[in-house]
């Protein structure tokens, strides 16, 4: 990994988070690690994806697109009345 990449972890309940590598510190062995993300109760970690700095620009527009399905370029057709 680089610094310049990140990570992208989901959990099985659909909760997103993403993490640049270069937040984390290097640690010894005898630490305690450091949480990245805290999951309520009954739900679990699906993936773990690293993202390259050269897909980070597509990864971000499809995180945006995940959050919000319809973006302002796609309209929603209106039922038809009558």
Sequence with gaps: MNDDDE???MTARGKIQR???SDF???GRNTQGVRIMSLEEGDTLAAIVRV???NAKKAKSL???LNNPLSHREKVASPRTG
Excluded: D
């Design 52 to 54: 390259r700095a050269k």
């Design 19 to 21: 993490v640049k590598v």
């Design 63 to 65: 995180s945006k697109r």
């Design 7 to 9: 990570l992208m972890m």
């Design 25 to 27: 510190n290097v640690i």
